[in-house]
């Protein structure tokens, strides 16, 4: 077993994934590097893989067709950021939140300007009663 470890532990440290023809002594220390680099870099890309894989929940699917208020909320609590909703139109009517009430400025709820005054003052009453007069 000894010799096993020796023989492991030698293979290990002159291990050159990246050997070219003709290297000196500094290019083989450098490819030496690249390869502990590299396989340092495989090996924990390999290790957040499986605990991403490991850990990593199952998708589900769910649809519920018109919940409740308080499984909204639930359901609001759970998984807010996974929440998807489906709906294609309104569940209630804008009238029951928003109520709108105009409020129009003096001149323009008038009768200044409608259309009888206009056409008074365009004169459309006086052509009007000479047709009608005679």
């Known amino acids: 077993t000894i010799k096993i470890k020796r023989l492991l532990k030698k293979n290990l440290i002159e291990l050159n994934m990246f050997q070219a023809n003709g290297s000196n002594r500094h290019q ?3 490819q030496r590097i690249a390869t502990r680099l590299y396989l340092f870099v495989l090996v924990i890309s390999l290790i957040i893989i499986n605990f991403y894989l490991l850990l990593n929940e199952d998708l589900q699917q769910n649809t519920i067709h018109q919940p409740s208020e308080f499984q909204y909320k639930e359901l609001e609590k759970t998984y807010s950021s996974n929440l998807y909703y489906p709906c294609s139109t309104v569940s209630m009517n804008y009238s029951t939140v928003i109520m ?15 259309d009888a005054w206009i056409n008074f003052i365009n004169g459309d009453h006086v052509m009007n009663d000479i047709f009608y007069n005679i």
């Open 28 to 30: 083989i220390n450098y």
């Open 100 to 114: 709108i009430e105009p409020y129009f400025h003096q001149i323009c709820s008038s009768d200044l300007i409608s």
